[in-house]
């Protein structure tokens, strides 16, 4: 089994600063890219808005909703992805989720595991 538990977030002033925490454990070979998502309203329903990526070696991408005020970072040793948010806006305010791309021993393979989320409240 492989669990990612997330930690960090809740309540936040505009122009402030939060830091998210996501660490994986349990089987676990490697742990491949790792990812931040956040709940987004859409027409069918609460979607997934993919918000940073950082891949094993470090390469970072990020949305441009976040770019420039966001910063993801990772731990290999810890299993450990960060997500350091600066310049908080209202519009930030919704629940954030962490993804991990997990390598198991045999014969369980590869696999996208999800953290429960937590919740970011931004007031102005």
């Known amino acids: 089994q492989v669990q990612l538990v997330e930690s960090g977030g809740g309540l936040g002033q505009a122009g402030g600063s939060l830091r998210l925490s996501c660490a994986a454990s349990?089987?676990?070979?490697?742990?491949?890219?790792m990812k931040w998502y956040r709940q987004t309203p859409g027409k069918q329903g609460n979607q997934r808005e993919l918000?940073?990526?950082?891949?094993?070696?470090?390469?970072?991408n990020y949305a441009d909703s976040v770019k420039g005020r966001f910063t993801i970072s990772r731990d290999n040793a810890r299993n450990t992805v960060y997500l350091q948010m600066n310049r908080l806006k209202p519009e930030d305010t919704t629940v954030y989720y962490c993804?991990?791309?997990?390598?198991?021993?045999?014969?369980?393979?590869?696999?996208?595991?999800w953290g429960q989320g937590t919740q970011v409240t931004v007031s102005s």
């Open positions: 349990g089987s676990i070979s490697t742990v491949g890219d």
């Open positions: 918000i940073a990526r950082i891949s094993r070696d470090g390469s970072t």
């Open positions: 993804n991990a791309e997990v390598s198991r021993p045999y014969p369980y393979g590869t696999a996208h595991y």
